[in-house]
Nanobody, 114 residues
Framework: QVQLVESGGGLVQPGGSLRLSCVAS????????MGWYRQTPEKKRELVAF???????NYADSVKGRFTISRDNAKNTVYLQMNSLKPEDTGVYYC????????WGPGTQVTVSS
């Protein structure tokens, strides 16, 4: 049984930064591609960024140049550094494998507002 637990969300002003973390357990983390996803009330859950085991990364156009995904295989953890945050980045952020599995964690709320 895979468990994914996200943390690091919060309330931040536009232009601010947050760093999200996701700890995965129950599976060989290091061989899997991992992704960060977000869900807003207006949209379906969307892929924000993913990273494969070799370090290749890819980002949604809306976050390119502002977000950075990284991983620490020794800690079974994937991170999302979010800079220059905008109100439209508001949503619940989830991590999952890429492509996603059916096992979703609780997510972490990110609110960008002045």
């Amino acid at each position: 049984q895979v468990q994914l637990v996200e943390s690091g969300g919060g309330l931040v002003q536009p232009g601010g930064s947050l760093r999200l973390s996701c700890v995965a357990s129950g599976r060989r983390f290091s061989i899997n591609a991992m992704g960060w996803y977000r869900q807003t009330p207006e949209k379906k859950r969307e892929l924000v960024a993913f990273i494969i085991s070799g370090g290749y990364t890819n980002y949604a156009d809306s976050v390119k140049g502002r977000f950075t995904i990284s991983r620490d295989n020794a800690k079974n953890t994937v991170y999302l550094q979010m800079n220059s945050l905008k109100p439209e980045d508001t949503g619940v952020y989830y991590c999952n494998f890429y492509p996603s599995s059916d096992s979703w964690g609780p997510g972490t709320q990110v609110t960008v507002s002045s």
